[in-house]
């Protein structure tokens, strides 16, 4: 049984920093890539940004494109999300997820992660 866990949430004022953290727990977690949405109160979930673990190309949704960078710790199996001068309209919900081993596709949709944590909640005031 594989874990995702994300910590690093809370409440920033506009123009601040938070970064947040995606550990993997349990059995030995292989993924293809991983990635972190969001979610905002009364919208759809959205990609934020992804990673291929071994590769280490990253993508970013245009909204946090040159704010928010996205790594990943292979060795302690954790990801992160540095996310720099934020906005009120980051607030939301953070998710992260994880691929299967032998994905191939696009890394954008939601469909593509069976892994997922339970969320960390991000609240920028202005």
């Known amino acids: 049984q594989v874990q995702l866990v994300e910590s690093g949430g809370g409440l920033v004022q506009a123009g601040g920093s938070l970064r947040l953290s995606c550990t993997a727990s349990?059995?030995?977690?292989?993924?293809?890539?991983m990635a972190w949405f969001r979610q905002a109160p009364g919208k759809e979930r959205e990609f934020v940004a992804s990673i291929r673990r071994v590769a280490g190309n990253t993508f970013y949704a245009d909204s946090v494109k040159g704010r928010f960078t996205i790594s990943m710790d292979n060795a302690k199996n954790t990801l992160y999300l540095q996310m720099n001068s934020l906005k009120p309209e980051d607030t939301a919900v953070y998710y992260c997820a994880g691929t299967g081993a032998n994905y191939v596709g696009v890394l954008t949709n939601r469909a593509a992660y069976p892994y997922w944590g339970q969320g960390t909640q991000v609240t920028v005031s202005s």
């Open positions: 349990g059995r030995t977690f292989s993924s293809y890539a």
